[in-house]
């Protein structure tokens, strides 16, 4: 069997301006970090804030958390979100294949 090249990745318009804004709003965490904690390239990163530039930071939630805490944990769960689905898309393809090799 050959070995198959990995899909690039594709991310809608609101990731990218999340993760920009988390760039932009960084405190004293580094750009390396931010990037690593969103799972993307530091380059793509600096892409991205070329092409959506500077983001109006958004207030606190009325429980306290800030817009930063919940854009990082809106992105953390979107990736798990992402990887379910593909795991689950997987599955299923499993499936057919050994039910028709079965059949």
Do not use: H
């Amino acid at each position: 069997m050959g070995i198959q090249m990995a899909k690039r990745q594709k991310y809608s318009e609101e990731f990218k301006r999340e993760a920009v804004a988390l760039m932009e709003n960084r405190g004293a965490r580094s750009v390396e970090q931010v990037a690593d904690d969103v799972g993307v390239a530091t380059s793509q990163l600096y892409a991205w804030r070329s092409q959506f530039g500077k983001q109006k930071p958004a207030g606190k939630k009325p429980d306290g958390g800030s817009s930063e805490e919940l854009r990082t944990e809106n992105i953390r769960l979107k990736k798990e979100l992402e990887r379910v689905t593909k795991e689950r898309e997987l599955l299923k393809k499993s499936i057919a294949f050994f039910v028709k090799e079965d059949g």
